[in-house]
């Protein structure tokens, strides 16, 4: 208890007299607008703030009892003196100054703050992480963001925890964090804190009970040459070899090689089968590099970081499932020997593509290579031997991995958004996967000219015929203007959102989409408006990759269709040789709404957790004081 010459007494408010406080034992005091429970505890007065800060209940109506007062909602226990809890997940609460003279007790309304509030947070971070305290991880967040702090750096931390303790390797958390990194920049502030929280929280669950990694070490060696490195690296992943692949993968990251270079031994090894567990291992390693250029320059030991981010995609690719050995692939056309046909051997030769290639070079050295006019035809049709010679000759006439995996990630993204709900319900996934697969092959091959890369634009466009029995009949896409109703496109997003709302709205949801853009909206504030639905749910895995993959989609979309027609990328006709690009950058949205919409609404628990946790932090009274 503090005496007159231990702080300035202007600071001091009077509160209650000490004979009333020894008696009752405790009092409810509000100074500055800051409930404050004042306790008399062997012979000491003592002050907390009353708001219990794991939910809010008033510590005024706790016990205290041999020094320990204990909130009676949740049980949370703190140090009565200096407010430190004894469970992690209450975090500590904030303690005043307190005097006596002449009989009356005096609080000083500012409380001792032992650490910024940057710091503060990013140690209750780390506390939820390793807990996995969804409260805590919500309160973190939030605070961090409202404390300026860059969402790279929790991001970094999140990404260095969850590849350093979860032996199984990179999994559905890790890509969840980066997929919501990767839109964070396309969402309102509010559910910027969202989407933190949320890919934070999947993080601290997929390393909850799991054992933690332990490194194998790099070759003691830098100077082996990067084709033979590369060799072995593919070597020990075909015969499932975890430890052997790991010290190839970290002696490529040791010795610096570039982002490019570590590209290619990844992406080299997961198409040296088609379509590894359904499409997830490209996924989760081209979200583990967008996840690290996330992080780049917010970790000491950026190389240490990239070494673990990328070791971790080890496990994925040496226990991954093979397209080649399942019967959908072989049986009744064996589509792997169609794939072997191009290659120029087995499926994890290149020798055919490189001759292909070899002939495309120099082909488009005035223009770039463009589709023909029935290139999505053929990519959607039921042929898989027109669709493997359409890809061979768009090789061969020049056409780049960039190139080739946008169209088939478009023909992927057309499967979404004209999938028939007639279907069962767990075939949403089926297309879904082929999607997202196809936005990865994007992602490799703006990363790497890699020859390698071609074979998952083939594995790609293959997966999208297989799914062509999904769009049977095809659900309708609105065409530009066939939704023109003129209507405020403001009110066409607050009908999406209520579309979310109710069950089996998929095809409404896919309609609001094409009006929104018929009534000349704002495609910033349409992606806004999807984030904000998906991110108030109880979204799962694949919902939040089939969201960001159909932003990625319908950005280069509209690049490139502000590069061609008018310019200005609406309503701008296409060449003779195009699909009509206002058509073909809607087409993304559209899907991602109507998988949304099929998998909308939930019990939004993770909503309410978040409501909660920015309540706390504002200081406001969730229960009554």
Known sequence: MATADDADTDDFREVVALEDLAESGRELVSLEGTPIAVFYHEGEVRAVNNRCPHMGFPLVEGTVDDGILTCHWHHARFELSCGDTFDPWADDVPTYPVEVRDGTVYVNPTPPRDLPPDEHWTRRLETGLEENLRLVVAKSTIGLLDAAVDY???VARTLEFGTQYRDSGWGSGLTILGCTANVIDDLEPEDRKRALYTGVRHVADDCAGEPPNFDQPSFSTRDVAFDRLKSWFRDCVEVRDADGAERCLRTAVAADRSDADLAELVVAAATDHPYLSSGHVLDFANTAFETLEHADGHRGDEQTLRGDALASLVDPLVTASRSDEQSSWRRPIDLVALLEDVYGGDVSDTSGLEALASSGDGVNSDSPWSPPANFQETLLGDDPEAIVDALADAVRAGATTEALATEVAHAAATRVAQFGTANEFSDWNTVHHTFTYANAVCGFARRTDALETYRGVFDAAINVYLDRFLNTPPAPIPDPGENETGRDPDAVLEDLLETFDAEGEVNEAGRLIGEFFDCGGDPAALKRTLGHGLLREDAGFHTL?????????????????????????????????????????????????????????????????????????????????
């Open 152 to 154: 790279r750096e929790p």
């Open 545 to 625: 990759q089939n969201l960001e993959a159909a932003f990625r989609q319908f950005d280069l979309a509209s690049e490139r269709a502000t590069a061609g027609g008018n310019g200005t990328g609406e309503g701008a006709e296409a060449s003779a040789n195009e699909p009509n690009l206002e058509r073909r950058r809607r087409v993304p949205l559209i899907a991602t709404a109507r998988y949304m919409a099929a998998h909308f609404p939930t019990r939004r628990e993770a909503e309410q957790t978040f409501s909660i946790a920015s309540r706390l932090n504002r200081g406001e009274a969730i229960h009554d004081d």
